[in-house]
């Protein structure tokens, strides 16, 4: 049973755009909320995150907006560069600090 | 601070034979997880060490997978014998606490 589902799959983005990637959960158990980024030939990475008592973060130019209500939450890169190209899974933890992963957005961003 | 370190990188078998794979987890980090990821999909955990101790091994197919951390730091994670379907990449990961999980590379597994 996939307990997170992703979207979407591919995005493609100019330079200096703005790259959304969206999250939905059915657990409400879930207590955090990372975002992992991941370049071909390397493990995930941690990007961001966020707690469900917290309606948004910002470090850089990467924000997670969070709607506990509606049980979903966003990655929001601004001004994406080339180098932001990579694949980026949403994660949740559940019960004994498992994550349960999306099944990623690869996304390229273009000159 | 040396990440999560993974061999091999690649190997290819044929099925019905044997394969290991080796981690070394963070300096320090109690927390130690292996992990499969097929392509074009997210990380799913196989198995949780903490220390020594399996803590979650309910999603590793314990009819042909095996894994080991016999002394709370290193681990190996093995598949007797390989069928095609376990082609993939397996990941491991290391974590000091219960937020932050480090990925090492991962060994691309191919079974022909």
């Known amino acids: 049973q996939q307990q997170v589902k992703q979207s979407p799959q591919s995005l493609i983005v100019q330079k200096g755009g703005i790259s959304i990637i969206n999250c939905a959960y059915e657990?409400?158990?879930?207590?955090?909320f990372p975002w992992y980024q991941q370049f071909p030939g390397k493990g995930p990475a941690l990007l961001i995150a966020i707690r469900p008592d917290v309606s948004e973060k910002k470090e850089g130019r990467f924000t997670i907006s969070f709607n506990k209500s509606a049980k979903q939450f966003s990655l929001h890169i601004m001004d994406s560069q080339p180098g932001d190209s990579a694949t980026y899974f949403c994660?949740?933890?559940?019960?004994?600090?498992?994550?349960?992963f999306g099944t990623g957005t690869r996304l390229q961003v273009t000159l | 601070e040396a990440g999560v370190v993974q061999s091999p990188r690649y190997k290819i078998i044929e099925k019905k034979q044997p394969v290991a794979f080796w981690c070394n987890p963070i300096?320090?980090?109690?927390?130690l997880y292996w992990y499969l990821q097929n392509l074009g999909q997210g990380p799913e955990l196989l198995i949780r060490?903490?220390?020594?101790?399996?803590?979650?091994d309910s999603q590793l197919p314990k009819d042909r997978f095996s894994a080991e951390r016999l002394k709370g730091v290193d681990s190996t994670l093995k598949i007797q014998p390989a069928e095609l379907g376990d082609s993939a990449v397996y990941l491991c990961?290391?974590?000091?606490?219960?937020?932050?999980?480090?990925f090492g590379p991962g060994t691309r597994l191919t079974v022909l």
């Open positions: 060490y903490e220390n020594e101790e399996a803590v979650d």
């Open positions: 994660a949740a933890r559940g019960t004994a600090s498992k994550l349960t």
């Open positions: 990961a290391s974590s000091k606490t219960s937020n932050e999980q480090f």
């Open positions: 300096s320090g980090h109690n927390t």
């Open positions: 657990n409400t158990a879930f207590d955090y």
